[in-house]
């Protein structure tokens, strides 16, 4: 019954077309939930094989699933009590003082700039950057109860995990469940190794850059830090934005600095690019950079921040999609 409806559908070119009009407005009008749903499939992924591990280990299974989550959400916790109210003034004052310090860079290098019209954009871009985390979870996830949710929807993920995979399963002919499920399979372990990459290589690059900054006396080397392991999630350009402003600050101290902080922005992104990644991502991305940059720029042009951050994992799951198609 099911072969003959899609028979008809696609034999009537009229039917066939509204139908498609219709399937994207829909992806359109749901496209957060749906975003969410991809966030939460995400932590499932990367959580998943912690699970395994204890319930290798005779664990119970809800037990085994709600430890990692506790573990989770008490690090996110004690991060956010112990770390945001410093970093939050640290970078609103940062981002008021942008502005003076392009102009003196820009003195130093012999250019000439209207300070005037700086700060503006600084004050627009910037300033609701202190009204705390709650705004910036809004602006990224929706709002808290999003966040909430993709954590309860990637909990219920794996307590049904297997379940999920057989009713996925069953929405294709009976002769290819085996190779969706592998399929499946495939695209939880790159999306996992992906996001745990991802923690690992930002998580070294905002310590490495902490200390390096600090080392050097420069001014606001937290925010930079931070700054830069957040941008680690963007590949390719996500480094070369993060150093632009921690460059800024070190021009308006001295060009020697300046020299110093860029050559050190240089052989970290050397040593991540050449040592950390192909350890840490080798089985992860594997993507040219090229279809990263185009992928994140798309990404960011369709839906924003969100966008441009879940562009990689999204192209790295339709890769995997296309290679279990042959």
């Known amino acids: 019954m099911r072969d003959k409806v899609v028979g008809y559908i696609l034999q009537n070119q009229v039917l066939a077309a509204i139908l498609v009009v219709a399937f994207a407005w829909l992806i359109i009008e749901i496209r957060e939930v749906l ?20 319930r290798r280990q005779k664990i119970p299974k809800p037990i085994a699933i709600l430890i990692p989550y506790i573990i989770t959400i008490a690090l996110i916790v004690l991060l956010i009590v112990s770390l945001l109210p410093f970093f939050i003034a640290q970078i609103g004052l940062l981002f008021a003082r942008l502005p003076v310090y392009i102009i003196d860079s820009a003195n130093i290098l012999g250019l000439k700039l209207d300070g005037s019209s700086l700060a503006p954009i600084a004050t627009a871009e910037f300033g609701n950057l202190s009204s705390g985390i709650f705004s910036i979870t809004g602006r ?18 794996l307590v049904y995990r297997e379940e999920v995979r057989e009713s996925f399963a069953t929405l294709f002919p009976e002769k ?37 900054l600090t080392l050097y006396g420069l001014e606001f080397a937290l925010p930079l830090a931070v700054l830069a392991g957040l941008l680690e999630i963007v590949p390719t350009i996500g480094p070369t934005i993060a150093a632009i402003p921690a460059i800024i600050v070190a021009l308006t101290i001295s060009l020697p600095l300046a020299a110093l902080v860029t050559g050190s922005y240089i052989l970290l992104q050397f040593f991540e690019s050449h040592v950390l990644v192909p350890r840490v991502m080798q089985r992860a991305v594997g993507l040219n950079p090229i279809i990263i940059i185009i992928g994140i720029i798309t990404g960011g042009k369709l839906l924003g921040p969100v966008g441009a951050l879940l562009a990689v994992p999204f192209l790295s799951l339709l890769v995997v999609i296309y290679k279990n198609l042959e």
């Open 140 to 157: 990224v996830f929706g709002g808290v109860f999003a966040l909430i949710s993709i954590f309860v929807i990637s909990f219920y993920l």
């Open 176 to 212: 290819d469940h085996a190779k969706v499920a592998s399929t499946l399979e495939k695209v939880e372990d790159k999306l996992g190794n992906w996001l745990r990459g991802q923690i690992i290589l930002s998580g070294f690059i905002g310590v490495v850059t902490w200390i390096f």
């Open 35 to 54: 975003i969410a749903v991809f966030v939460s499939y995400i932590l499932m992924a990367a959580i998943a094989p912690y699970v395994e591990f204890l």
